[in-house]
Protein backbone atom coordinates (compact mmCIF):
# COMPACT_ATOMS: atom_id res chain seq x y z
CA UNK A 1 0.00 0.00 0.00
CA UNK A 2 0.84 3.76 -0.71
CA UNK A 3 2.33 5.04 2.02
CA UNK A 4 0.75 8.70 1.00
CA UNK A 5 -2.90 6.73 1.62
CA UNK A 6 -2.23 6.34 5.50
CA UNK A 7 -4.20 8.87 7.11
CA UNK A 8 -1.62 8.30 10.37
CA UNK A 9 0.96 9.59 8.15
CA UNK A 10 -0.42 11.82 6.23
CA UNK A 11 -1.57 13.67 9.41
CA UNK A 12 2.23 13.60 11.10
CA UNK A 13 3.49 17.56 10.60
CA UNK A 14 7.21 16.49 10.94
CA UNK A 15 9.55 13.94 9.33
CA UNK A 16 12.83 12.73 9.84
CA UNK A 17 16.26 14.94 9.10
CA UNK A 18 19.05 12.74 8.40
CA UNK A 19 22.81 13.10 8.30
CA UNK A 20 24.81 9.93 7.43
CA UNK A 21 21.76 8.03 8.62
CA UNK A 22 21.66 9.70 11.50
CA UNK A 23 18.51 11.39 12.23
CA UNK A 24 19.60 14.95 13.48
CA UNK A 25 16.36 16.86 13.54
CA UNK A 26 13.23 16.79 11.83
CA UNK A 27 11.63 18.93 8.82
CA UNK A 28 7.89 20.23 8.58
CA UNK A 29 5.86 18.12 5.78
CA UNK A 30 4.90 21.03 4.54
CA UNK A 31 8.32 22.14 3.39
CA UNK A 32 9.23 18.78 1.28
CA UNK A 33 8.45 20.61 -1.72
CA UNK A 34 10.67 23.21 -1.61
CA UNK A 35 13.00 21.00 -0.44
CA UNK A 36 13.49 19.13 -3.52
CA UNK A 37 15.11 22.01 -5.20
CA UNK A 38 18.23 20.51 -4.36
CA UNK A 39 18.74 16.61 -5.70
CA UNK A 40 22.52 16.97 -6.08
CA UNK A 41 22.52 17.44 -1.72
CA UNK A 42 19.22 16.75 -0.27
CA UNK A 43 17.48 13.15 -0.74
CA UNK A 44 13.68 13.83 -0.39
CA UNK A 45 10.65 11.69 -0.27
CA UNK A 46 7.63 11.28 2.31
CA UNK A 47 9.98 9.23 4.83
CA UNK A 48 11.89 12.02 5.25
CA UNK A 49 15.03 14.55 4.24
CA UNK A 50 18.42 13.29 3.96
CA UNK A 51 21.90 15.24 3.08
CA UNK A 52 24.37 13.41 1.30
CA UNK A 53 26.83 16.61 0.49
CA UNK A 54 30.58 16.02 0.15
CA UNK A 55 31.02 19.32 1.72
CA UNK A 56 28.00 19.76 4.18
CA UNK A 57 28.40 23.31 5.00
CA UNK A 58 28.54 24.95 1.84
CA UNK A 59 25.87 23.08 0.67
CA UNK A 60 23.18 24.17 4.02
CA UNK A 61 24.93 27.78 2.86
CA UNK A 62 23.60 27.60 -0.31
CA UNK A 63 19.94 25.70 0.48
CA UNK A 64 19.60 27.87 3.66
CA UNK A 65 19.83 31.37 1.66
CA UNK A 66 17.45 30.38 -0.57
CA UNK A 67 15.25 29.23 1.85
CA UNK A 68 15.68 32.44 4.31
CA UNK A 69 14.37 34.19 0.57
CA UNK A 70 11.37 32.16 1.03
CA UNK A 71 10.41 33.40 3.88
CA UNK A 72 10.96 30.00 5.45
CA UNK A 73 13.87 30.35 7.85
CA UNK A 74 13.23 33.44 9.85
CA UNK A 75 14.71 35.40 12.40
CA UNK A 76 18.50 35.34 10.24
CA UNK A 77 21.07 35.99 12.92
CA UNK A 78 24.03 35.60 10.69
CA UNK A 79 25.91 33.46 13.26
CA UNK A 80 27.25 29.83 12.94
CA UNK A 81 25.90 27.22 15.19
CA UNK A 82 27.08 22.88 15.46
CA UNK A 83 25.07 20.75 13.42
CA UNK A 84 25.05 17.64 16.05
CA UNK A 85 24.02 14.38 16.37
CA UNK A 86 21.64 14.59 19.35
CA UNK A 87 22.64 11.18 20.24
CA UNK A 88 25.88 11.81 20.88
CA UNK A 89 26.49 15.60 20.51
CA UNK A 90 29.10 14.60 18.00
CA UNK A 91 30.09 17.56 15.50
CA UNK A 92 28.34 17.05 12.08
CA UNK A 93 28.24 20.42 10.01
CA UNK A 94 27.83 24.14 10.55
CA UNK A 95 24.85 25.61 9.88
CA UNK A 96 23.31 29.33 10.78
CA UNK A 97 21.49 29.97 13.84
CA UNK A 98 18.22 30.57 12.48
CA UNK A 99 17.97 27.41 10.46
CA UNK A 100 18.18 25.06 13.59
CA UNK A 101 14.75 25.64 14.57
CA UNK A 102 14.04 24.87 10.74
CA UNK A 103 15.46 21.47 10.95
CA UNK A 104 14.31 20.91 14.02
CA UNK A 105 18.53 20.58 15.27
CA UNK A 106 20.14 20.31 18.57
CA UNK A 107 21.45 24.00 20.18
CA UNK A 108 23.11 24.41 23.03
CA UNK A 109 21.88 27.17 25.36
CA UNK A 110 23.80 28.58 28.39
CA UNK A 111 21.86 30.29 30.80
CA UNK A 112 22.80 31.87 34.36
CA UNK A 113 20.89 32.20 37.64
CA UNK A 114 22.34 35.48 39.18
CA UNK A 115 21.75 35.56 42.74
CA UNK A 116 22.35 37.47 45.60
CA UNK A 117 22.75 35.70 48.86
CA UNK A 118 22.31 36.24 52.55
CA UNK A 119 25.27 36.35 55.08
CA UNK A 120 25.14 32.33 55.06
CA UNK A 121 25.02 31.91 51.81
CA UNK A 122 21.43 31.16 51.19
CA UNK A 123 19.92 32.61 47.97
CA UNK A 124 17.67 35.56 48.41
CA UNK A 125 16.69 37.05 45.38
CA UNK A 126 17.31 36.65 41.48
CA UNK A 127 18.29 39.23 38.92
CA UNK A 128 15.78 39.43 36.26
CA UNK A 129 16.33 40.83 32.89
CA UNK A 130 14.13 42.49 30.21
CA UNK A 131 14.45 41.67 26.70
CA UNK A 132 14.34 44.65 24.02
CA UNK A 133 11.48 45.05 22.71
CA UNK A 134 13.60 44.95 19.23
CA UNK A 135 14.26 41.46 19.79
CA UNK A 136 13.96 38.97 17.14
CA UNK A 137 12.55 36.50 19.40
CA UNK A 138 10.71 36.77 22.46
CA UNK A 139 10.81 40.26 22.19
CA UNK A 140 9.70 42.22 25.51
CA UNK A 141 9.76 38.69 27.97
CA UNK A 142 11.41 38.64 30.91
CA UNK A 143 14.74 36.62 31.27
CA UNK A 144 17.58 34.96 33.21
CA UNK A 145 20.30 37.76 34.40
CA UNK A 146 22.70 36.05 31.62
CA UNK A 147 21.15 33.48 28.53
CA UNK A 148 22.34 32.56 24.95
CA UNK A 149 22.92 30.26 22.46
CA UNK A 150 26.28 28.64 22.45
CA UNK A 151 28.12 29.61 19.22
CA UNK A 152 29.90 27.23 16.79
CA UNK A 153 33.37 26.11 18.42
CA UNK A 154 32.36 27.43 21.80
CA UNK A 155 31.39 25.55 25.07
CA UNK A 156 28.66 26.16 26.95
CA UNK A 157 30.79 27.87 29.48
CA UNK A 158 32.59 29.60 27.10
CA UNK A 159 29.47 31.24 25.80
CA UNK A 160 28.20 32.02 29.14
CA UNK A 161 31.05 34.36 29.92
CA UNK A 162 30.72 35.87 26.44
CA UNK A 163 27.23 36.52 27.32
CA UNK A 164 27.60 37.80 30.86
CA UNK A 165 29.65 40.86 29.16
CA UNK A 166 27.32 41.54 26.28
CA UNK A 167 23.95 41.21 28.26
CA UNK A 168 25.14 42.20 32.14
CA UNK A 169 28.37 43.73 32.12
CA UNK A 170 30.11 41.09 34.20
CA UNK A 171 33.60 40.41 33.42
CA UNK A 172 35.31 36.98 33.00
CA UNK A 173 36.51 37.51 36.67
CA UNK A 174 32.96 37.82 37.75
CA UNK A 175 31.71 35.06 35.73
CA UNK A 176 34.03 33.03 36.88
CA UNK A 177 31.94 32.22 40.11
CA UNK A 178 29.17 30.38 37.88
CA UNK A 179 28.56 27.10 38.80
CA UNK A 180 27.01 24.67 36.66
CA UNK A 181 24.24 22.98 37.89
CA UNK A 182 21.15 21.00 35.22
CA UNK A 183 21.04 20.69 31.55
CA UNK A 184 17.88 20.58 30.59
CA UNK A 185 16.45 19.61 27.05
CA UNK A 186 13.85 21.23 25.79
CA UNK A 187 11.60 20.65 23.13
CA UNK A 188 8.41 22.49 21.58
CA UNK A 189 7.26 23.74 18.29
CA UNK A 190 7.00 27.12 17.54
CA UNK A 191 6.49 29.53 14.68
CA UNK A 192 9.85 29.01 13.16
CA UNK A 193 9.66 25.05 13.50
CA UNK A 194 10.71 22.61 16.08
CA UNK A 195 12.91 24.25 19.32
CA UNK A 196 15.38 21.42 20.45
CA UNK A 197 17.55 22.64 23.13
CA UNK A 198 19.95 21.77 25.96
CA UNK A 199 19.93 24.11 28.25
CA UNK A 200 22.81 24.43 30.18
CA UNK A 201 22.10 26.11 33.76
CA UNK A 202 24.64 27.78 36.15
CA UNK A 203 24.24 29.70 38.95
CA UNK A 204 26.23 32.80 39.50
CA UNK A 205 26.69 34.67 43.11
CA UNK A 206 26.53 38.72 42.95
CA UNK A 207 27.69 40.72 45.58
CA UNK A 208 24.94 42.69 46.66
CA UNK A 209 25.17 46.33 45.44
CA UNK A 210 26.26 45.21 42.11
CA UNK A 211 24.02 46.44 39.21
CA UNK A 212 24.30 44.85 35.76
CA UNK A 213 24.95 46.52 32.84
CA UNK A 214 23.76 45.28 29.09
CA UNK A 215 26.17 46.20 26.75
CA UNK A 216 24.73 45.15 23.18
CA UNK A 217 21.30 46.71 23.44
CA UNK A 218 19.32 43.47 23.81
CA UNK A 219 17.97 43.79 27.14
CA UNK A 220 15.67 46.75 28.24
CA UNK A 221 16.49 46.60 31.77
CA UNK A 222 16.44 44.73 35.15
CA UNK A 223 15.34 43.54 37.99
CA UNK A 224 16.28 42.31 41.30
CA UNK A 225 13.19 40.32 42.77
CA UNK A 226 12.99 38.56 46.21
CA UNK A 227 12.97 34.70 44.98
CA UNK A 228 9.68 33.90 45.01
CA UNK A 229 8.57 37.13 42.74
CA UNK A 230 10.99 35.58 40.35
CA UNK A 231 9.67 32.52 41.02
CA UNK A 232 6.05 33.67 39.75
CA UNK A 233 7.41 35.14 36.78
CA UNK A 234 8.36 32.03 35.84
CA UNK A 235 4.98 30.57 36.91
CA UNK A 236 3.29 32.64 34.77
CA UNK A 237 3.48 33.42 30.54
CA UNK A 238 5.80 36.78 30.50
CA UNK A 239 9.33 35.07 30.65
CA UNK A 240 10.48 32.93 27.83
CA UNK A 241 10.09 29.06 28.31
CA UNK A 242 14.01 28.79 28.52
CA UNK A 243 14.51 31.06 31.20
CA UNK A 244 11.22 29.89 32.98
CA UNK A 245 12.77 26.46 32.98
CA UNK A 246 15.87 27.46 34.47
CA UNK A 247 14.56 29.85 36.96
CA UNK A 248 12.08 27.24 38.33
CA UNK A 249 14.86 24.24 38.15
CA UNK A 250 16.82 26.57 40.25
CA UNK A 251 13.64 27.12 42.81
CA UNK A 252 13.41 23.22 42.82
CA UNK A 253 17.24 22.40 43.69
CA UNK A 254 17.56 25.02 46.12
CA UNK A 255 14.14 23.59 47.51
CA UNK A 256 11.72 26.97 47.20
CA UNK A 257 8.87 24.86 45.58
CA UNK A 258 6.38 22.97 46.75
CA UNK A 259 6.46 19.04 46.81
CA UNK A 260 4.08 19.01 44.26
CA UNK A 261 5.30 21.38 41.68
CA UNK A 262 8.85 19.82 42.40
CA UNK A 263 8.04 16.05 41.55
CA UNK A 264 6.06 18.21 38.33
CA UNK A 265 9.19 19.58 37.01
CA UNK A 266 11.26 16.54 37.83
CA UNK A 267 8.85 13.89 36.05
CA UNK A 268 8.00 16.63 33.15
CA UNK A 269 11.96 17.59 32.91
CA UNK A 270 14.30 14.61 33.62
CA UNK A 271 11.54 11.32 33.35
CA UNK A 272 11.66 10.99 37.19
CA UNK A 273 10.32 12.27 40.42
CA UNK A 274 13.12 13.08 42.96
Avoid at 70 to 91: C, N, S, V, Y
Avoid at 131 to 156: C, E, I, M, Y
Avoid at 189 to 200: N, R, V
Wanted: negative net charge; hydrophobic residues 45%.
Amino acid sequence: MATALWPALAAARRVPFRVGGRVVGSVARSHLDALRAWPQWLGVDERGVELRADDCDAALVQVHAALRAQGLIKAWRDEAFTLFDPATRAPLARMERAAARFWGALTLGAHANGYVADADGRPQALWIAQRSPHKATDPGLFDNLVGGGVAHGQSPLQALVREGWEEAGLRPAQMAAAQPARVIRLSRDIPEGLQLEDLHAFDLPLPAGLVPCNQDGEVAGFRLLPLQQALDLARGDTMTVDAALVTLDFGRRHGLLGSDEARLLDERLFGCAV
